[in-house]
């Protein structure tokens, strides 16, 4: 049974740092497209980064680039998200996200099948 567990959120200023984590089991990471996602109340969910665990390959969405990194650790199974120079309008809950092969695959949250329980992330001014 494939099992994901976001941790890492909090409450930061604006301009700080957080690094979410995505620790994973039930299946390998040899051949997966890690997904973070995030979420505002009456709002879409929407990809923030993706990282596909075959070749490593990232995809960020423009309103991060430059400020999230996203990595694994395949030894650990765990994905990560490091959340540099925050902003307010970063505030959601994130939610990491898996299914097989690559990140260009999906596009949007309904196409993964596999969601972790979230994390709240809050930035304030």
């Known amino acids: 049974e494939v099992h994901l567990v976001e941790s890492g959120g909090g409450l930061v200023q604006a301009g700080g740092s957080l690094r979410l984590s995505c620790a994973a089991s039930?299946?390998?990471?040899?051949?997966?497209?890690i997904a973070w996602f995030r979420q505002a109340p009456g709002k879409e969910r929407e990809v923030v980064s993706c990282?596909?665990?075959?070749?490593?390959?990232?995809t960020y969405a423009d309103s991060v680039k430059g400020r999230f990194t996203i990595s694994s650790d395949n030894a650990k199974n765990t994905v990560y998200l490091q959340m540099n120079s925050l902003k307010p309008e970063d505030t959601d809950v994130y939610y990491c996200?898996?299914?097989?092969?690559?990140?260009?695959?999906?596009?949007?949250?309904?196409?993964?099948?596999?969601w972790g329980q979230g994390t709240q992330v809050t930035v304030s001014s």
């Open positions: 996200a898996a299914d097989v092969g690559m990140c260009d695959y999906y596009s949007e949250a309904y196409e993964y099948d596999y």
């Open positions: 039930g299946f390998g990471f040899d051949d997966y497209a």
């Open positions: 990282i596909s665990s075959e070749d490593d390959s990232t």
